[in-house]
């Protein structure tokens, strides 16, 4: 990863980045205003093409009235605002490197990744390259596009030097490069397997086609400026391919029913078998016959998977967890769930008791307490409707729901199965997380073994997403931690890169029209980038107006300043994308001002003085709180990564009714779990000011636990209201204390 020059020769040890252009230009736009323009129609607004149209129409109109004519238009009509947007020279993907060693969590972290690196120096024509992988996605949503009988499939990339957290929040780190054309059939032809064996040989020979130009790049090094200013030489290499299973049967050449990492035949998927490899393939392909590879193999050795037309490439090993389709959809909603209701179908002694008891849990499911992260169910039904987003919403609900309704078994299985999912879906993972995930998922085999006691699955579970889970750990020791890398994100970009053009386009012939306003989007994110990084954007519209019409040239005083922008926001794009912090914050704005007595009748609270005096007692005196038995010691809350919540604490919330959130508050930072946690319902949030000091505090009533244990079938806390000669127990704390649950109760 040493340094070069533009043209790949070595940089001298310690020698600076070269120079940037860093002239500040506006080009191709005459100036920031017409930029800020094209950027709020064409990207935030979404305008077609027709809109635009009219509104420069209506623009030019104004002008005639007012007889402007001296006044140049910010553009003359719609074929000049396009033509000025087509004629952006950016768009080059812009990406940032991260190694970090250490714990696993991003790709760059994982095996895989330093195994590639070290097969890249071992040869002398790539030693000394960067190596970047290529990470593809495909979804199974096809776009049918306009009324025409054509489908596509759209192919996604990103680069796996991005962190999992830049690829969360920026829609550019997942951009797609292609539609892939499958074709349909007529009715008949459709269901042959001739035909279905053309479409997968299309599908892999198009992917050939589209990465073709990637293969050079992948065993001779290419130039790249990378974000620290400095040159180096690049290897490109397949990273992870994200896929849901129906992809993954395509694209791994496997029969339907079968494993598409490992040999395990579907009758014995609770553990994982040998590992099938490029290798493999062709070992098998030359020793057997179709059939027997077919059977025994579970091989379709018609289909020549695209990874075997690129260097190192194995798509067996590239194929990895797929959370939202294998564990939360899957294993979890199509299975888990569904087994559920089956079994209170079938134990019920009539229909009519069956009906009862689910319609117990749909109420149960809607009296969910409100908590951040949580969400309501008014209706479990329609399955099938279902968003991925409903089945995460389901999975933190659907436990305590329904204890009592079916054996403590059953509740013990799903119980170990949300472990297995929280554990998981970190952001970064130790050698204990990963011995924990193996434990877990075994205790998930033996208890899931009571579906097929009791008659419910006697077929056992031949189930290929559900089989996926264990090849889990390993994929994670190879490739980092999956979450952000998953097909929740490609369906993410489903509505950014499809839906939305979609809509905005004219219906009619809508692909080509859609690959362009992508391409447009993309020049004007990268321009906006490449403004931001020469500091054009830093002012506010109306300073550069007054400035550009005040005076021509920029002062000595402006250039400093111009200067210190950029070195700033050199400096943030040097440091960590985002700070492993979380915090509470206040809106910006309190709500209302009023004084003590009215917010005492206000809140319902008379005792509310009381409160506030406590807590500045304990806040002022931190050394002693025994003055104030009603308020507990509290600790800053542990914080985790990028994070944010809303905690809701309103009269009205949609006019569904009032909205107070249970939160937890951290109360013994030595003890991990809920031990060093109270849960509390927020009755109101407040700030006041006193002796010169802002406090931002929450208006609590408190809950305790039940017990020093969580419940033994369910493995949850069990709290009820904290009394005091049958009141509730109510304090002031500061909003500090609020511990916000990082990545447990995130997507
Ligand atoms: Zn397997």
């Keep these: 990863m040493h340094p070069t020059l533009d043209d790949g020769q070595p940089l001298p040890p310690d020698a600076p980045p070269p120079p940037r252009n860093n002239a500040h230009c506006w080009d191709p736009f005459p100036d920031r205003v017409a930029f800020k323009f094209v950027e709020q129609t064409f990207e935030k607004a979404e305008n077609s093409e027709e809109d635009i149209k009219h509104l420069l129409e209506i623009m030019a109109a104004r002008d005639v009235l007012y007889s402007a004519d001296d006044i140049p238009s910010i553009f003359h009509n719609a074929e000049?605002?396009?033509?000025t947007l087509d004629a952006i020279r950016h768009g080059d993907v812009k990406w940032k490197s991260v190694v970090r060693m250490g714990r696993i969590s991003n790709l760059m972290s994982g095996e895989w990744a330093n195994r590639q690196a070290e097969e890249i120096s071992r040869d002398s024509a790539t030693h000394g390259s960067m190596l970047m992988p290529i990470v593809l996605g495909a979804n199974k949503t096809t776009v049918s596009v306009a009324t025409g009988n054509q489908e596509y499939h759209p192919l996604y990339m990103s680069l796996g030097n991005l962190t999992n957290n830049m690829r969360h929040a920026h829609r550019e780190a997942v951009i797609p490069i292609a539609f892939l054309a499958i074709p349909k059939g007529k009715r008949n032809a459709a269901d042959s397997d001739q035909f279905q064996m053309f479409k997968k040989q299309l599908?892999?020979?198009?992917?050939?086609?589209?990465?073709?130009?990637?293969?050079?790049?992948?065993?001779?090094?290419?130039?790249?400026r990378c974000p620290d200013g400095h040159f180096r030489r690049v290897i490109f290499e397949l990273g992870r391919f994200i896929a849901d299973y129906p992809k993954q049967v395509y694209l791994s050449g496997i029969v339907q029913g079968w494993c598409p990492k490992c040999l395990a035949l579907?009758?014995?998927?609770?553990?994982?078998?040998?590992?099938?490899?490029?290798?493999?393939?062709?070992?098998?392909r030359a020793a057997y016959d179709t059939k027997t590879l077919w059977e025994t193999f579970g091989f379709v050795s018609d289909v020549t998977p695209f990874t075997f037309y690129f260097p190192r490439a194995d798509i067996h090993k590239l194929l990895t967890p797929d959370l939202l389709h294998q564990l939360i959809k899957g294993t979890f909603k199509d299975h888990i769930v569904a087994w559920v209701e089956d079994y209170i179908c079938a134990t019920a002694e009539t229909d009519a008791e069956a009906k009862r008891i689910l319609h117990d849990i749909d109420r149960q499911l809607a009296a969910v307490p409100a908590f951040p992260g949580l969400r309501k169910f008014p209706n479990r039904h329609n399955f099938a409707q279902w968003t991925g987003n409903d089945s995460k919403a389901l999975r933190k609900v659907f436990l305590p729901a329904i204890v009592g309704y079916v054996l403590?078994?059953?509740?013990r299985c799903i119980a170990v199965l949300l472990d297995f999912t929280y554990l998981v879906r970190r952001s970064a993972h130790t050698t204990e997380d990963l011995s924990n995930m193996s434990a877990t998922l075994a205790e998930f085999h033996r208890l899931r073994t009571i579906f097929e006691e009791v008659g419910i699955r006697p077929e056992g579970f031949a189930l290929p997403r559900q089989h996926a889970l264990v090849h889990y750990i390993r994929s994670?020791?190879?490739?980092?931690?999956?979450?952000?890398?998953?097909?929740?994100?490609?369906?993410?970009?489903?509505?950014?890169?499809?839906?939305?053009?979609?809509?905005?386009?004219?219906?009619?012939?809508?692909?080509?029209?859609?690959?362009?306003?992508?391409?447009?989007?993309?020049?004007?994110?990268?321009?906006?980038?490449?403004?931001?990084?020469?500091?054009?954007?830093?002012s506010k519209l109306s300073d550069y107006v007054w400035h550009m019409a005040g005076q021509q040239d920029t002062t000595d005083a402006d250039r400093a300043m111009d200067e210190r922008y950029r070195h700033e926001a050199e400096a943030m794009a040097a440091a960590e994308p985002y700070s492993e912090s979380a915090s509470v914050c206040f809106p910006t704005r309190p709500t209302y001002t009023r004084c003590l007595e009215t917010l005492e009748d206000a809140l319902g609270q008379p005792r509310l003085t009381e409160h506030l005096c406590c807590f500045l007692y304990a806040t002022l005196n931190s050394s002693s709180v025994s003055m104030c038995p009603s308020t507990p010691a509290l600790c800053s809350p542990r914080t985790g990564g990028m994070h944010q919540e809303y905690i809701r604490c309103t009269p009205s919330w949609y006019k569904l009714g009032p909205c107070y959130d249970t939160v937890l508050i951290n109360v013994n930072e030595d003890t991990i779990g809920m031990l060093g946690m109270m849960v509390a319902h927020i009755r109101a949030f407040l700030s006041f000011v006193y002796d010169a000091t802002r406090y931002e505090c929450a208006l609590v009533d408190w809950f305790e636990l039940d017990g020093d244990e969580p419940d033994p079938v369910t493995g949850m806390w069990l709290a009820k209201p904290e009394l005091n000669n049958g009141n509730r127990i109510t304090s002031i704390i500061p909003i500090s204390t609020i511990q916000l649950l990082c990545g447990a109760s995130g997507a």
């Design 80 to 83: 000049h605002y396009f033509d």
């Design 203 to 224: 599908y892999h020979h198009t992917i050939t086609y589209i990465l073709s130009p990637l293969r050079p790049g992948m065993t001779t090094p290419q130039v790249f």
């Design 266 to 284: 579907p009758e014995d998927f609770a553990q994982a078998s040998d590992l099938r490899t490029r290798k493999l393939d062709e070992d098998l």
């Design 408 to 411: 403590d078994d059953m509740v």
């Design 476 to 538: 994670i020791q190879l490739f980092g931690s999956p979450n952000g890398l998953c097909s929740s994100i490609t369906e993410s970009c489903h509505i950014t890169a499809v839906k939305r053009p979609w809509r905005r386009s004219s219906r009619k012939n809508a692909l080509g029209q859609i690959l362009h306003t992508l391409t447009r989007l993309n020049k004007l994110a990268a321009t906006c980038i490449e403004f931001t990084r020469c500091s054009m954007l830093q």
